[in-house]
């Protein structure tokens, strides 16, 4: 089958991120969607600029040019994408795409905040859809857990850290007791906040994000113009110690809230009691928390800005479509992800075959030697130590416990030790194994 | 449009959970699906037992029957919804549902890793969905997750608490320093855990969801009898505190990764660093990290297990199939989740008719009477105070902070409160006022 042609408006961060993502992973996307997806032609501003962003092998293969309208109006593209930014070209050339039949995947959060409604209606009158995972929440699915996952409740509420710039400064200034305008300096340095950071730090962009979930959750229109901001730039160093002390702490959130006279939208600084799950998310992390009256509360949590993790939302939308302009309507999303004629016959590998760190626990005889005997047994198996601890055995016992972390080792090889260490005179009955993941990559 | 006729098999606590949130939330899921969904027929085994599970407003109006193959059979019904758990009638039932042509909604694990690969097959070639989004941490749509928000991704690893009743024991044996043998007794008094255990202790309902989550992950077959499976039984009092000194927790993890050589597959005790968000996932809430070369790592968590929970999935399953059956295929999905026609027009609460709860800083001069002032006017406008605290001034400091944290209150009052407060002779400068939620309801 023909790959489905998509056309990109814009190559900066997340643009570049897409054409990465859509190159790096081909094989698995075109498994998963049934077809392969090709860039046909990418938009921007400037050319040169833009070739630079990415690595050559990406860059090689795409036509760049700077005719937006030529894009929109290509007959052999069925999807554009649009990821300029911006509320004035993005609307015309979204619109436009919608008029010529094209199905549109936006990240444009500002955009949909305040045309949503209009745009919404000329794709429902043109028979298009207009897909906009990335433009809430960056590479979390929540805008499909809302619409498609979670539709069986009433939702009762949403709050969510939908800022990465802000929640890395309310962060820093937890952690390091940093005054507000310190934080945002180094945040500007690592280019987790612009320039001219007001859109992140004084709500905008969360307001955005919140008008989006709010009308997903409510079935109510986009009402931007309706939403209360305030920042955290009035946020100082006493308060968050203050609310520290009360088993608090200061995030900004994103809060909508169904009550019985109308519907609560609004982004501030708040308290939040520090042994809850979001109070935990830290750095540029984002989460939005859904309580549905079926299902209770819901916490989705992950990279909420970023090239890839943006490129994440904006592919699976891609996959999206590429899927209902493919296959028939109930085999759109195949049973195990991928098309059943694609499915791999990968082997699971047998339990002595895994790689991991393990902890030992080893009953010692308090004598001297058993720790260079089980050292060296541990050393000839290729199993490097990360920690260890004695713990000094009670007055008249005479077994000792002795744990042991191991760096990453083979099974098979760590059993193998076991079985040695179990034979040494100097150990009490079998060695407790357990398995240790650190999870960081 | 007539509504879509759904039959039931089972109505234990899922499948009268089913009847209940699609009772309730009617008007909203048919906001939703664009179509209403009606139960037409529940088949069970004892029907005397079957109605007494649910309140009379549910029961009354459902047509129960003892004969499961008349559902199936039953030319108006469109969706069979498998409840009854188990492999071998549920097997019959759902392929029989499927050769009908009829679509299929579970929530069995079981049945899906052990005879997966055969119901999808015969579901393909019928042209009709099975959809399971169940059968995985239950309300959690983490099935949707990996089948349509991660598609951009290469996976490359999933680890899960998907046992509920696991958690629930290892969180107690942490907290309360208590044996395996008493939590499991406790876990089983508060339903928790069966009668046997067996299932959940010992990592076979985990090991079920995991071969899910695998197959999805990887584009494998379901593979269930090459997992790996270690359970909770073992675990001593000792190793929990030991691991906790070494700064780690212990959790049931189902942990699938995807290797040069082939795919790990298994479930077992596993450390992981205590400041983990997933090594903070207590009691019976489930939670998924999957890790994408794209997106990174994202976690999703909430009730794994329970009646509504379940049932808030099941529903969504069934949302997606009507809306196939309903919609043309590129608006199946609304943009705004709900139909366009079916928008409401709540409107958005200013700021001052938000209720929360608040957290005030005052500067006093630390004067005789300036508490009795500030409570007086909280109280004369209605505001409960919840925890105050004074911060004693530094040497030669004449000015006092005091923190106020208020219970719910109406913020226009709130407001009127602090301009009184800030009118008092013995309080310097303007009050610092933040908004606190609880998030617990």
Redesign the interface.
Known sequence: MKPIQVGLLGFGTVGS?VAK?LA??AE??G???GRAIEVKRVAVRNIVKARAVAPAAVVEGLAFGNDFHAVVDDPEISIICELIGGTTLAKELVLRAIANGK?VVTANKALLALH?NEI??A??AR????AF?AAVA????II???????????I?WI?GIINGTSNFILTEMRDKGAAFADVLAEAQQLGYAEADPTFDIEGHDAAHKLTILS???????M?FD???LEGISRL?Q??IA??E??G?R?KL?G?TR??A??????V??????AK???A??DGVMNAV?V?????????????GAGS??T??????D???VTR?LTA???????????Q?D??????????D???TSY?L?LKAHDKAGVMADVTRILADADISID?M?Q?EPAEGVKVV?I?I?THIALERRVDEAIARIEGLATIAGSV?K??????D?
């Open positions: 991120g993502v790096r992973n698995e996307i498994r998963r969607a199905h949503g919404f209606a794709a429902q028979g298009v859809t207009v995972e960056g590479g979390i699915p499909k857990a809302l619409r498609e996952g979670l539709t069986a409740n009433r009762e709050a009308a997903l959750a409510f079935g109510i229109p009402q309706k939403a209360y100082t006493e308060d203050y609310a002390q009360l608090y200061i959130l809060i169904r009550k006279n109308g519907v609560e939208l609004r501030h600084p708040t308290l939040i009691p809850r799950i979001i935990n998310v928390v309580q549905g009256d079926a299902v209770g509360q819901t916490l989705y949590c992950g990279r890839e993790p490129a994440s939302a904006v592919v699976a891609l996959v999206d209902l028939d309507p109930e085999h759109r999303v195949p049973h195990l992800a991928f059943p694609r499915l791999v016959d990968l082997p699971i590998l047998p339990i075959a895994v790689e902890y626990r920690a601890m713990k416990d744990i972390l407790t357990l398995r240790l993941e650190n999870l990559k």
